[in-house]
């Protein structure tokens, strides 16, 4: 194989790398040839010193040369002991500097290189000069993952910014809409169009967004930015750096999940708005509800608001009529909030467990839970196995037990027996679906809510017996579909998707109910839009208008379903 001229190898690795490599390449080849020289030299003198011969300097390179290549002609040889010790020496070195060495520095300096960059060519450098529109994330993880699935569907473009080429490439093969580039580097986010982007998710480590996001500014001074962190201390130092929006997931998680918790007064807990409808869960546990249809519980002629779906054994159904409620089921309710209100004064009266709610795992999600059930005068006990963690969690929760919840007699002492829900907050999947199994063996009655970090894992939970599983992904995809739609942030459960879309030509002047939504996508429309920004809450009477779009919920995949029914 050819060298690479060094113009091609500097526009492959750059100026800085390529020096760096002849460098070492260099080193190589002088100790390559004082080898040679010294022993050229020794053969000199052993064959004139010892065994009385005499050759040419031309043919003491030939001889060092010969042996060390293995090619061993055999027209020259020593007679003498030391001599014959000499050529194995000479082997030897041979062997390791010529056999061994020399390959792995051609591979690790020269073709290696080209072959990275060969394959990185595979993924693109830039966007086409007429995009415009298009969502740009920073960093490849489970949010992105999600948030591209669901702006596929939608049809927003979404590119993905990976500054390892190889990675990038893998990436590409992958199907994964992926550039590569340098992500502090001006001339990057020049490529991406990112002045004409829509919307930029910033998501990697606090301190390397900040130097993106002042990056950014530098080339797109006016495009949004949404920065994602773990850290609330870290707001200030990247709404400083330019971000327009900065989500801290961890926290927004532990209040979400706070909020699936039936404790406190009995009231319907909203998990999100839309203009001026609001969306609520409530639980019938302890009403007269369970046992009656939707249609006979006659929520919505007593209050006018809307069932739109149940959540039963951490799964959201389609709420149809003549669904019956179970006493461990949740209705998903929309309405206004003077209806919201006319339902929390029906659910006033029946009384909750008062017993503490038992939260397991003190990191930054326990504590927000903890922090948002102490909001609404909840009491709250605690379960951590890192002691250190206890100057962190200080008097958040009533009482904090320092043990390991694996263990009977710390969820004994917690109050396992007469809790009426369980918040499982563990950053391990594993440990809280055995959390999730053993707390419903102890306590069959227990409302057990969970969070998840691996969309695969959402199975086996839901099978462990939880209630309701929230997932970091699943809130970051939300939050970030929230800003780039302009509304307010619903977040119903890992799961469930929640899409706003134009009323297609086929439905246009139909009724709701006409329409069989519902039953043939699993999708339930929460709300209607007209053109002059008027939203309704829908019964089955309500006629789907030209310039109307619909907000619905349902299970993912029914997005897609609508798209294939109603848009064929």
């Keep these: 194989m050819k060298f690479l001229p060094s113009t091609f190898l500097a526009s492959v690795l750059g100026e800085r790398q390529l020096r760096r ?19 050229t030299v020794i053969f000199h003198f052993i064959m004139w010193e010892i065994e009385g011969r005499r050759h040419s300097w031309i043919t003491g390179l030939y001889w060092t040369l010969t042996v060390m290549s293995t090619l061993g002609f055999g027209d020259i040889t020593f007679q003498s002991d030391i001599g014959r010790l000499f050529s194995v020496l000479v082997l030897v070195s041979g062997i390791i500097l010529l056999l061994v060495l020399l390959p792995f520095v051609f591979i690790r300096y020269f073709y290696a290189p080209w072959l990275e960059a060969q394959i990185g060519r595979r993924a693109a450098r830039r966007v086409p000069d007429d995009m415009r529109g298009h ?26 910014l990976e500054p390892d080429v190889s990675r990038a490439a893998a990436m590409h093969d992958d199907d994964i809409r992926v550039v590569h580039g340098a992500i502090d580097d001006e001339e990057t986010y020049v490529r991406l169009g990112t002045e004409r982007a829509r ?5 990697g480590e606090d301190t390397t967004n900040t130097n993106v996001i002042l990056t950014i500014r530098e ?237 695969r894992n959402v199975q086996a939970i839901r099978r462990a017996g939880v209630d309701l599983v929230l997932s970091y992904a699943a809130l970051g995809v939300e939050s970030v579909l929230a800003l780039l739609q302009g509304r307010n942030l619903i977040f119903l459960g890992e799961g469930v998707q929640l899409d706003q879309l134009d009323v297609p030509p086929s439905l246009r002047g139909k009724t709701l109910g006409e329409s069989d939504i519902r039953a043939r996508t699993g999708l339930n429309v929460v709300a209607l839009e007209s053109e002059s920004g008027e939203v309704v809450n829908p019964g089955p009477d309500a006629v789907l208008a030209e310039g109307t779009s619909l907000l619905m919920i349902g299970a993912s995949g029914g997005l897609e379903e609508f798209r294939r029914i109603y848009h064929a």
Excluded at 24 to 36: F, P
């Design 21 to 39: 490599n002849l460098g070492a390449v260099a080193r190589y080849v002088a100790l390559l040839c004082v080898v040679i020289v010294v022993f």
């Design 135 to 160: 969502v740009l994330l920073t960093a490849y993880d489970s949010v992105a993952e999600g948030l591209m699935e669901r702006l596929e569907v939608i049809g927003i473009p979404c590119l993905v």
């Design 199 to 203: 919307l930029v998710v910033v998501n």
């Design 219 to 455: 080339v797109a001074p006016d495009v949004e930015i949404v920065a994602v962190t773990a850290d609330p201390a870290s707001v200030d130092v990247l709404e400083l750096a330019g971000a327009t929006h900065v989500l801290t997931l961890k926290q927004r998680l532990g209040q979400q999940i706070a909020n699936r918790v039936t404790a406190g007064h009995a009231e319907a807990r909203p998990v999100g708005s839309f203009r001026n409808l609001v969306v609520a869960e409530f639980s019938v546990h302890n009403t007269p509800l369970p046992g009656k249809t939707i249609r006979e519980s006659r929520l919505r002629e007593a209050t006018g608001v809307n069932i739109v779906g149940l959540w039963e054994e951490a799964t959201l159904h389609p709420a149809g009529p003549d669904h019956r409620l179970s006493d461990n089921c949740m209705p998903v309710v929309v309405g206004s909030q003077s209806q919201i209100q006319e339902l929390n004064e029906f659910l006033a009266i029946y009384d909750p467990n008062p017993n503490p709610v038992l939260i397991i795992g003190g990191g930054k999600v326990g504590r927000a839970a903890a922090r948002a059930l102490k909001d609404r005068e909840v009491p709250v006990h605690m379960i951590e196995r890192k002691p250190e963690l206890r100057d962190r969690i200080g008097d958040l929760p009533d009482r904090l037990f320092i043990g390991d919840a694996a263990e009977r007699e710390v969820l004994d002492e917690a109050g396992i027996g007469g809790a009426h829900s369980v918040v499982l907050t563990t950053n391990d999947d594993a440990m809280n679906i055995y959390l999730a199994v053993y707390c419903r063996r102890l306590n069959p009655e227990l409302r057990i809510v969970s969070r998840i970090t691996h969309a």
